[in-house]
């Protein structure tokens, strides 16, 4: 891996989407309210995931590409930090602070500060997908029900973080998401995550996932995720200046990757 990181593995990610979807009329929405808010509640992977935690998960640039492992440590909405797991990557961290990216590295002098294009693909995609908390932070602007699928048109709440739209595809029979659009303010869809595989033993745990940036093109993003851990998360380990609460790390998760579909 090169300092900094290639920008094909970058996944950015505001969970954006918008637009009324055609042919529902807002009284039947409004009727349709409770059923409707049950099934997003129900579909919501990360509604209650924990604010400080351990993710564990692997990702590749393209389905028979090399399979990265990676460590995200997250506390709250504000702070985050990938871990680089491969050998050769050991001692690299990208810290997520204050909105920006910086990426720590042993032959580093001093922390390099990243354009968000740089941005390291499997941990952001994580980062931001952990964020997006549909039935909590979205009002229903619209549904439409095609056979077994439910659309849901979401718009942010005043004052929630991240996308201010975000279009949620559900199976309805099973209860989880299928599908998330993005889109910017002008309504253009910026990023696609489709949820490939679930885990059988977990409440709502996405096994795979599929992130597509239709904005900068180039390949999908395949991310496995192995393991997410409610853990106390301390300040110390965002300093950018004191690698000693990272370097007391615990080891990584010995853990496969579930199988890709």
């Known amino acids: 891996m090169s300092d900094p990181l290639p920008t094909r593995r970058r996944l950015v990610a505001p969970w954006l989407l918008a637009g009324a979807l055609a042919g529902l009329a807002a009284p039947a929405l409004r009727g349709a309210d409770v059923e409707l808010e049950r099934l997003l509640a129900a579909s919501d992977p990360f509604a209650a995931a924990p604010r400080e935690m351990r993710v564990s998960l692997v990702f590749s640039a393209g389905a028979s590409e090399t399979r990265v492992p990676i460590e995200l440590w997250r506390k709250g909405d504000a702070l985050a930090l990938v871990r680089f797991l491969a050998p050769k990557d050991v001692g690299k961290f990208v810290v997520r602070r204050d909105g920006a990216f910086h990426f720590l590295s042993p032959t580093a002098k001093a922390p390099v500060k990243l354009a968000p294009a740089l941005a390291p693909a499997g941990g952001a995609a994580l980062d931001d997908l952990l964020a997006v908390r549909p039935s909590l932070d979205y009002e229903i602007v619209a549904a439409e029900t095609t056979g077994g699928l439910v659309t849901f048109d979401l718009s942010a709440k005043p004052g929630a973080a991240g996308a201010p739209r975000v279009r949620w595809v559900v199976e309805r029979a099973a209860r989880r998401p299928v599908r998330a659009e993005f889109r910017d303010d002008r309504n253009r869809v910026s990023r696609l995550i489709e949820f490939m595989a679930w885990h ?30 409610p853990r106390a998360v301390p300040d110390a380990l965002f300093d950018l200046t004191d690698g000693a609460a990272r370097a007391r790390l615990p080891p990584p998760v010995a853990a496969a990757p579930p199988p890709r579909p």
């Open 200 to 229: 059988p033993t977990r409440r709502l745990e996405p096994a795979s996932i599929v992130a597509k940036d239709l904005v900068r093109g180039g390949r999908p993003l395949y991310v496995d995720f192995v393991a997410i851990e």
